[in-house]
Nanobody, 117 residues
């Protein structure tokens, strides 16, 4: 079994910063990428960012220049999402995922990020 545990969400004022973390554990054989999606009430789940096992990153246009995804080089299968210049429209539940090269996608339980105006 694979478990993903997110942490670090919360309430922040517009313009502020937050960092969310995701740690994956369990039977992970060949991780290809980890990343973040988010879902606001009434909206579809939106891909925010991902980072591959080789360190390549990709961002949604809506967060480019404000969010940074990174890996922990000391703790396997752990990633971070540093969110700066937060806007009310960034308010959502943020879900971490892990994608294996061959196999299913694993999801975390989600962490709430709320940005007040």
């Amino acid at each position: 079994q694979v478990q993903l545990v997110e942490s670090g969400g919360g309430l922040v004022q517009s313009g502020g910063s937050l960092r969310v973390s995701c740690a994956a554990s369990g039977s992970i054989f060949n991780p290809y990428a980890m990343g973040w999606y988010r879902q606001a009430p009434g909206n579809q789940r939106e891909k925010v960012a991902h980072i591959t096992s080789t360190g390549s990153t990709n961002y949604a246009d809506s967060v480019k220049g404000r969010f940074t995804i990174s890996r922990d080089n000391n703790v396997k299968n752990t990633i971070y999402l540093q969110m700066n210049s937060l806007k009310p429209e960034d308010t959502a539940v943020y879900y971490c995922y892990l994608e294996e090269a061959v196999g299913p996608l694993y999801w975390g339980q989600g962490t709430q990020v709320t940005v007040s105006s």
